[in-house]
């Protein structure tokens, strides 16, 4: 079927957010960790964080400044520093729960079950069961459409168990159970189809060596 | 382990690349169908597609002009309109050959076997073998920094097969087969673990009805 923007228009506002959110494809799951300037900590998951470049480490995320993520955001642009914690199956609903309304006093961290710790001098705080995490400097924060915020940072230090990194660099965030998010709810673990040799032209696409297929 | 800035600036560049492009977690698998002013078709795999707002339905990518996204991003500054087409497990390897660097008189479709069609007097071509895809109108394109280039555009028309949206509006991409990537070159099919509902102080995280865990 399709559906076209005045048909959208006629929806109920609710089914056309789920609609529209189940569009980007799969999402990142990330628990975004902030504190303010007297080291009260706050904790939001966030589903859009994006690689910018490797060399400066860049990532970027979008914000929605009128909702929950205020403190998220206002934490950033006073301190200047959080951290990004992949949300892993272990954790994922404590990790949707940080997305409730909690009142500016309360901190996520407890209200939810999951623990802050502070690693290598970052004075924000980083979520101890997540198993892939980093630092990262605020770099700017800018509008870009309808109130959203496009946040960019340099990632500092990057704190992932050894086991996980291959040879070549890619870390399995699937043997860190990591999940993926989809529309505004949906949780998903992975199954590798596997890994692609870089592609040439008129040289049809090759599996890693390293990488499992079941389907081969 | 913990890896700092300094121990990553002596990385050879291939492997930090393949580290730092592994951090942002799942990444969304998307082929961006364009065109020129003369209808000659391009298909580039993106895997940065990410919601930017469902009213206006708003979406973003990000591009790096001075690598083989050239063309698609010289085409959608020409045309203004582009069409996202989800990856699915049937097509992860012929969306991947997409990314060769084929010359610009190649047309990607007709190099790595998939097929152009076009629906609804979209002038930008559509992947037939595709399950769900949308066209999406140019709103804006601005750099951001090292030289990537952030495009947003307004989705138009979303073709997706009726029994894949669920009664609340979202979409089963799982069942639609929609593959995630993790860094530049691992593709995954996924496993839902559930959907839990709009999350509120004090109350536990709560499945909705219709979703199923296998861990429950």
Redesign the interface.
């Known amino acids: 079927?399709?559906?076209?923007?005045t048909q959208?228009?006629q929806?109920?506002?609710?089914?056309?957010?789920?609609?529209?959110?189940?569009?980007?494809?799969?999402?990142?799951?990330?628990l975004l960790g902030t504190c303010n300037l007297d080291g009260h900590t706050n904790l939001a998951i966030i589903?859009?964080?994006?690689?910018?470049?490797?060399?400066?480490?860049?990532?970027?995320f979008?914000m929605r400044p009128h909702t929950v993520q205020r403190d998220s955001l206002e934490n950033i642009l006073a301190t200047g520093v959080y951290t990004?914690n992949?949300?892993n199956?272990d954790i994922?609903?404590?990790s949707?729960?940080?997305?409730?309304?909690?009142?500016a006093n309360?901190s996520e961290f407890d209200?939810v079950g999951l623990t802050a710790h502070y690693?290598?001098e970052c004075n924000a705080p980083f979520v101890k069961q997540s198993r892939?995490k980093?630092s990262v400097e605020l770099?700017?924060s800018q509008e870009?459409?309808?109130g959203?915020q496009?946040v960019?940072g340099e990632?500092?230090?990057?704190?992932?168990?050894?086991e996980l990194?291959?040879p070549?660099?890619?870390?399995d965030?699937?043997a860190a159970q990591?999940?993926?998010i989809?529309?505004?709810?949906?949780?998903?673990?992975?199954?590798?189809?596997?890994?692609?040799?870089?592609?040439?032209?008129?040289?049809?696409?090759q599996l890693?060596d390293d990488?499992h297929n079941d389907q081969a």
């Open positions: 079927m399709m559906i076209n923007k959208r228009s929806l109920d506002s609710r089914y056309r957010a789920m609609l529209v959110n189940s569009l980007s494809g799969f999402k990142s799951a990330n589903s859009s964080v994006f690689h910018l470049g490797a060399d400066p480490a860049l990532v970027g979008i990004l992949h949300v199956a994922w609903q404590q949707h729960q940080t997305s409730a309304r909690y009142d309360q209200e690693l290598n892939i980093y770099q700017s870009l459409v309808n959203t496009l960019i990632i500092i230090d990057i704190h992932v168990n050894e990194i291959k070549d660099g890619y870390i965030i699937e990591t999940v993926a989809s529309g505004l709810d949906g949780y998903h673990t992975t199954k590798q189809l596997g890994r692609l040799c870089y592609a040439k032209p008129n040289i049809d696409p890693l990488s």
